[in-house]
């Protein structure tokens, strides 16, 4: 319903609105008492109270909402910045990704350095998926509407032949960033945990301490590395944008395959 619809634009307009009704009653008080201080009591008055109003009321879940993103935004996701992420982590860790091949040497070395938390979780692709070869084309800058079959191959012969090559070495990468993370001790004494998921993600993800998610945007024609991640965090009085993208996780984790 339209009177539950909030926005900033809208915010703005109704402050807008109180500032120029305040200013309004504020000068024909002026005008009447010939007693400016009273105009400008009324007008701070009414300005106080429409503030009071608009933020303590009739908009506070909006900036609960902006609040739950206020986290932060990076434009680019360095690789050095993993290192403050793991700085983070008290419980758990909470992986989304292809290979994780980008970020298996901090990871090892992070592990290595500090006291290992209780519980890590990754997801990777599985390498005999059918959507790897859509993940690299979608990297590769073809849409996801394109239907990758022989009439679109014959007809991009070059870029066929590059996603294809680079599938099969993804799968080699997936491959390997298994054997490497089977090799740590955190998998061994059980606190690492690796499943396969079998679909087409527009995204990699870190959940930390199941409180705060780093999303990182995969772009059209981009690699995910130095791709923009938003920063969400749970809020426990409401739903937040975190709690739908903890849910995709949940539901992709209780679908995906354990590696044994």
């Not at 000068?27 to 109270?49: N, Y």
């Not at 301490?209 to 920063?231: F, T």
């Not at 749970?234 to 739903?239: A, G």
Request: glycine share 6%.
């Amino acid at each position: 319903m339209a009177e539950h619809f909030q926005s900033v634009k809208n915010l703005f307009k109704d402050f807008t609105i109180n500032l120029f009704a305040g200013l309004f009653g504020a000068a024909i008080l002026w005008f009447l008492s010939g007693k400016s201080w009273l105009g400008l009591l009324l007008f701070g008055l009414f300005l106080i109270a429409s503030v009071t109003y608009l933020l303590f009321s009739k908009y506070k879940r909006l900036f609960k909402l902006i609040n739950a993103c206020n986290p932060g935004y990076y434009y680019s996701f360095d690789l050095a910045e993993n290192s403050k992420v793991y700085s983070e982590l008290k419980d758990s860790f909470c992986y989304l990704g292809i290979s994780a091949n980008s970020i298996l040497e901090l990871f090892r070395k992070w592990i290595s350095e500090s006291p290992p938390v209780n519980n890590y979780f990754f997801l990777l692709m599985n390498p005999e998926s059918t959507k790897l070869k859509r993940q690299i084309a979608f990297e590769k800058g073809v849409s996801l509407d394109t239907r990758l079959d022989a009439h679109w191959s014959s007809s991009n012969t070059q870029l066929s032949q590059m996603i294809e090559d680079q599938f099969e070495a993804e799968k080699e990468r997936i491959q390997g960033a298994i054997k490497v993370l089977k090799n740590l001790s955190i998998y061994k004494e059980g606190k690492l945990k690796i499943r396969l998921y079998d679909e087409f993600i527009p995204w990699w993800m870190y959940i930390i301490d199941d409180k705060k998610i780093y999303l990182g945007i995969l772009e059209k024609g981009k690699r995910g590395q130095g791709s923009p991640v938003m920063i969400m965090t749970k809020r426990p009085d409401f739903p937040s944008p975190f709690d739908p993208f903890k849910n995709t996780w949940d539901r992709m984790w209780a679908d995906a395959e354990q590696v044994v």
